[in-house]
């Protein structure tokens, strides 16, 4: 279970409107990288793992993309809370304005909703914690597209950065929890015969 | 005081008093302690879930957890609940700003 902190990760005070950023930062929200796909993924491919430091990584750090589900929604929340119906039409949000108005919607920045596609669960520890290593090297490459975009907006670039820095550390995390899941399937087995049953 | 500076300090005071001022900053102040604690905190538990033996970490854990605990019990009994498991003599969970929201701790 969890219990709710009613505080953010990381701090995000956003001055000034600007749906255009909003637009394309949704996708780490609902997108095949985002930070939703995240959390399901790691927290669904838990139950599966053989040792216990593979269960608690993918846990812990399913836990922390639920943080950072609620970072990357306050700022698509506080670019788009303000912004007049012309600013909406002028950044090409008029689409999303009919159907969700200015609602967070877990969908990509090419508008397509969110998908369970995108996770895998595979029945294979290996194969899982191969894909979340790639899943943390894509959402790291995401964000510096993002970093790119918003490039002349400190208050977005800020928590954007601390985000890309999250997925480096969970990579580092994940390549450790997958040599010891080798390590323990590579293991010798010793089947002994007990006499006395 | 402009109304887009008063909306920026968040919190439900007027910070057009120079008391109130005082403590906005101190709240900010303590919670970005907080924060930053919980930081570690999170950081070290996905280390340790690697490195378990690791004695240097898990000390380290240990102060920051301590730290963090006093901490947050003197702010929840100023500022309010942070979670919905610190008891209230009055339903204090509704009264401060979300996090979402611009203008947040």
Redesign the interface.
Known sequence: MW?????????????CTDPKLAKVIISQYGGPDGELAASLRYLSQRFGMPDQ?AK??LN??GT?ELAHL?MV??IV??LT?DASIEEIEKAGLSAYYTDHGVDVYPQAAAGFPFNAGVLACKGDPIANLQEDLAAEQKARATYEKLIDLCRDNADVLDPLRYLREREI??FQ?FG??LR?VQDKLAEKKYYMNDNNC | MSI?ENR?CGCNCMCNEEENTVDCDMRREM??E??CL??GI??L???L????EDEKALCLHRKYCKQVKDLKDKYQKVYG?????YPCNKWR?LE?P???E????
Do not use: C, S
């Open positions: 219990t709710y902190n009613k505080m953010l990760q990381y701090p995000i005070n956003i001055k430091k608690a990584i812990d750090i922390e609620e929604g306050t929340h506080q809370k550390v969970h995390r450790e929890a010891g | 887009e920026n919670i970005q907080i924060r919980e930081f999170t950081e538990a996905l280390y879930d690697t490195h378990p609940p942070l979670t919905i498991n969970w401060e979300w996090p979402w611009r203008g947040n701790f």
